[in-house]
């Protein structure tokens, strides 16, 4: 079972705590960067920095009156998680082998450091799903969205377009301190490069989410997209980034309805229905 029978919760509160709650990530965010601007911030720190995610979500759902742990899935379902996860990196991974057979630029028919070095591949996954997947997903998808949706209307398709089409792009800000304060970067055609992709990302995660309602999944596909699990070396040039983005996130979706479709609701679309669940996740 890949969808829990979670339902939209009930939230009691307006849109101040989300504002709230999204603002003190920036302001944390920033401190962060400027105390550690190097691309990858020290480890101590990441585990910090998931942490305050985790405790900031879980604050701002006890002032909503929801549960926290209502909007967790049950454990059962990481097997179909895992397996429809596993389903798409094979599928990445065929297309990759058959294009660097092929000699198409960008592909090396070379293993790759995740292959060539599995253990280390499988740290790097767990550490990128536990402290930087999850608590992400955790505040954007199973509140943010979830809240946004709620406010705009909660059961309508409209809504839970509006509720995934606002948070990708609050997903997208989210990024902009380590951008301008890290990197050094200033603003220009490659700011609205990057912007566009990650809030594509955001649109993809968020449509994961809609679909299933599973943190699980999303989380998994957040942290194994952080890593890829490639068998051959990839280096797709700068200017195809955008175009290799939007093939690979219009994959996921597609994979998730499919099987959301197929297996979980015998031939019927559940992509609104689960937004229709009555059930409330409140205290």
Not at 1 to 14: K, V
Not at 60 to 86: F, K, N
Not at 143 to 152: M, N, P, S, V, W
Not at 186 to 191: E, R
Request: net charge positive; hydrophobic share 55%.
């Amino acid at each position: 079972m890949l969808c829990p029978d979670i339902g939209l919760p009930r939230f009691s509160s307006g849109p101040l705590v989300p504002v709230v709650a999204y603002l003190l990530v920036i302001v944390v965010l920033s401190g962060l960067v400027i105390i550690s601007p190097g691309a990858s911030p020290p480890p101590v720190l990441g585990m910090l920095w998931g942490v305050f995610l985790v405790a900031l979500t879980v604050g701002a759902l006890r002032i909503e009156t929801v549960s926290p742990r209502s909007l967790l899935p049950p454990v059962r379902t990481l097997i179909p998680v895992i397996g429809v996860v596993i389903a798409f990196w094979g599928l990445y991974n065929l297309v990759a082998v058959a294009l660097a057979v092929g000699g198409i630029s960008g592909f090396d028919a070379s293993l790759s450091r995740t292959a060539a070095h599995p253990l280390l591949y499988l740290a790097a996954l767990f550490s990128s799903l536990l402290f930087t997947a999850i608590p992400e997903e955790l505040l954007f998808r199973t509140y943010l969205q979830e809240k946004f949706t709620r406010l705009a209307g909660g059961t309508t398709r409209r809504a839970v377009l509006a509720g995934i089409g606002l948070v990708a792009v609050l997903f997208a800000l989210f990024h902009l301190p380590r951008w301008f304060l890290a990197s050094g970067h200033g603003v220009g055609s490659a700011l609205a490069a990057r912007l566009l992709g990650l809030t594509l990302m955001g649109l993809a995660y968020g449509s994961v989410y809609a679909l299933t309602g599973n943190l699980w999944l999303v989380a998994l596909f957040h942290a194994s997209m952080n890593q890829p699990p490639v068998i051959v070396s990839v280096h797709i040039p700068t200017e195809l980034h955008l175009v290799a983005s939007v093939i690979e996130y219009a994959a996921i979706v597609s994979l998730v309805y499919l099987t959301v479709r197929v297996v979980e609701s015998g031939g019927t679309p559940l992509i609104w229905s689960r937004r229709n669940n009555p059930a409330s996740t409140g205290d």
